[in-house]
Structure formats: C-alpha cells, structure tokens
C-alpha cells in the first residue's frame, strides 16, 4: 500500500512538473553563429510544431513579436524569434542593405533553424519579415510547412517611396513609435540605419523596377 500511494504520489508531481514546463511562459535567449555572424534568437515552448517569427525593418524579436512569444500555445508551438544581422541583439555587425539583403536575411533565418535542428518549421513575418519570408519559401519550399505574411510588399511603387521619404527623418516620429527602438539602438544608430533602409528601398525601385 505505502509503495502503491508512493508511485501515485510521484507520477502526480511528475505530470505536474511536465506541464507546468510545458505551459511556462519562460522566454530563453541564445546566440549562435549563422554565416559568419552572431545572431540573437529567442525560444519558448515544447511543440511538434516549429514556427520562427521575422520582424519588420529595425525590428527585433522582443519588440515586434513580445505578444507572440508569450501567449503562442507553448504545447503546440516550439517558437522562435530572430534578430536579423544588424538589428536588435544581432550587432555586430552593423546593419547594411546590399541589393540582395532580403535573400541574405531569407538564407540566414533557415540556416538559423537548421542551426537549431528543426528539419521543417513555418514562417510568421510581418513588413520585411514578411518579405524575407516569402523569398524563404521561395527558395526553400522543401523547409517551410506553413507561411504567414502580412504588411509584406511584392513590389516597390511611387506611393511606397514618397511614404518611406516622408518618415525617413525618425526626429519627426510619434514618441510612441519612435521610444522602443531609440531604447534599443540609440538615436544616431537609429536615424542612419533607417535613413540607409529608405536609400535602398530607393534603389531597388530605380534600378530593378521596384520589383
């Protein structure tokens, strides 16, 4: 009787040890090398289902995907979110646009996974994440198991750039937007690095048609 209620006893406080881990919003952080470059990832959850979350321009993981990494069902879910080079915790080095910078980021966030040995995962992107992601799928299609994109652009325009232009000096931001990522990177590391992302917007719709 007294081994039977010991054996009840720990299987109990194994089951709840097992799913307190496996509902914790407990958020790790990690670096690992990836093409040469650090670069800053988070982790939360335990599931089957592997999902790396792509920020927008001068994103991060922690600013532009907080809700994500918390309430994401940590049973369903393993998920992951990235620094790309140049952004958030990933500087080094520096960002910088050259005219292949979204196939650059798409590689560097599969090469991450792979990194991290997932053998299939889906992409969740927002603005150029969005983008990054879809070139991802694009050239990986063997990898991604499911995509989600939203505010992500097919192509640049006229409208686009006069609305890139019209931002480009951050000075002239809402306190609101401008605050996390004045926190995150400084002002001067702010304005030249999203003055650089307009520039090369610019080129891209100069030199290959937008496209």
């Not at 050259?98 to 599969?110: G, I, L, N």
């Not at 983008?131 to 994109?149: E, F, H």
Request: charged fraction near 20%; charge should be neutral; proline fraction near 4%.
């Amino acid at each position: 009787m007294y081994l039977r209620n010991s054996i009840t006893i720990f299987v109990s406080i194994f089951c709840l040890i097992h799913d307190f881990l496996c509902n914790s919003t407990e958020i790790t952080s990690g670096r690992i090398q990836v093409n040469g470059v650090d670069l800053h990832y988070q982790r939360t959850g335990s599931g089957e289902h592997a999902v790396l979350l792509l920020p927008g321009a001068l994103g991060s993981s922690q600013t532009d995907f907080g809700p994500q990494l918390k309430l994401l069902d940590k049973k369903a879910f393993t998920v992951i979110g990235w620094d790309p080079r140049g952004y958030g915790r990933s500087i080094p080095p520096a960002r910088d646009y050259p005219e292949d910078f979204f196939s650059r980021d798409a590689t560097d966030a599969v090469n991450l996974m792979q990194a991290l040995h997932f053998k299939r995962f889906s992409l969740l992107g927002w603005s150029d994440g969005g983008i990054t992601a879809l070139v991802a799928a694009g050239s990986y299609p063997l990898l991604i198991n499911k995509l989600i994109v939203w505010g992500a652009n097919a192509y640049v325009t006229e409208e686009d750039l006069a609305l890139y232009n019209a931002v480009k000096d951050v000075s002239k931001w809402s306190p609101g937007m401008r605050k996390p990522l004045e926190d995150l990177y400084g002002i001067n590391y702010l304005t030249s690095t999203f003055s650089t992302w307009v520039d090369a917007m610019t080129n891209i719709f100069q030199k290959f048609d937008g496209k």
